[in-house]
């Protein structure tokens, strides 16, 4: 409910900050009502400001109408933990632990991680799935997250493709090599970004999972993938470059890919996502996505989708 600047007394006028206090609530409560245009406001450029007088008449008309003087009625918000769900990311998991950030890490794979970030158990979700018309995310986080203020941002594009043992012994290049050769294949848990990609990719070669020299244990995230080629476990598996790196193994350069954080408009402005942001434009941070290679980070931030 914005109002125009000229219409209220700025003497009157609170930030984000002295609303909070005033009402007694959390910032990223605030701002969770100004996603859902639920609190009087005044927008003034880029700076939200809130009339006294009329969050004091909010107020009022929040109160149980039948029971005079009683007090005003509770206001539900979302209150999701501080864990980050979804896929694997080695820069994001390595930004987090530089800045000693409270978000805890729960790698569980794109689709799983939106179910739980969808229900509220999850601060932040990471996903990197390749839809059926080629674009990424976007119909998978629509189909999981109907409803609520949601926001999802570029962290980075990825060069995703296959990895296998140092110097390619079996002389690996596609996925038809990796049949031909029965090389042992070690895929990603079902609903993994990474494991989406090569089912895919699969279909426009018309081949089939069922050809595949599988292990029967997948990997849950993209590091255990690639310690199991290293230390010979598996042939080859489908990953990102960065991992692949770290390991000195082989890699063969399939899709650039786009990874992205989902979560709630309020979120995003709360402290930890706002350290992890601010971290990222460092010059250390550039530093480490081209050590780990594979990364380009020039759109991070960026905004992909955003449900009110």
């Known amino acids: 409910m914005p109002m125009t600047l000229e219409d209220e007394n700025v003497a009157e006028l609170m930030t984000v900050a002295e609303v909070a206090r005033y009402l007694r609530l959390k910032e990223r409560k605030i701002y969770y009502l100004l996603a859902q245009e639920a609190i009087p406001c005044v927008r003034a450029g880029k700076k939200w400001l809130f009339p006294k007088a009329r969050i004091d008449a909010w107020l009022v008309s929040k109160s149980h109408k039948s029971c005079p003087g009683a007090a005003p009625e509770t206001v539900v918000f979302p209150s999701a933990a501080a864990v980050l769900v979804g896929s694997h990311d080695p820069l994001l998991e390595w930004a987090l632990h530089e800045i000693h950030s409270p978000i805890a890490v729960k790698l569980t794979g794109a689709q799983a991680g939106l179910g739980l970030f969808a229900a509220g158990g999850a601060m932040l ?150 350290a992890l942001l601010e971290f990222s434009h460092q010059p250390e941070f550039a530093e480490k996505a081209k050590e780990l290679g594979g990364y380009d980070v020039s759109g991070l931030g960026r905004v992909h989708y955003s449900q009110r």
């Open 125 to 274: 979700c990471g996903i990197h799935i390749l839809e059926a018309d080629g674009r990424y995310n976007i119909a998978s986080l629509q189909a999981q997250t109907r409803g609520g203020a949601i926001v999802a941002i570029e962290w980075a594009k990825r060069l995703q493709g296959l990895i296998a043992a140092k110097n390619n012994p079996l002389k690996l290049y596609d996925l038809e090599d990796v049949i031909v050769r029965q090389a042992r294949l070690i895929e990603r848990q079902a609903g993994a970004g990474s494991q989406i990609l090569l089912e895919r990719l699969l279909a426009q070669a018309g081949l089939s999972v069922s050809q595949l020299r599988r292990l029967a244990r997948p990997a849950r995230n993209e590091t255990e993938l690639a310690m199991a080629i290293f230390n010979g476990k598996a042939d080859a598996g489908i990953g990102i470059a960065a991992v692949a790196g770290q390991l000195q193994l082989a890699f063969v350069p399939f899709i650039t890919e786009r990874f992205d954080l989902v979560m709630t408009h309020a979120d995003y402005f709360e402290p930890p996502m706002q």
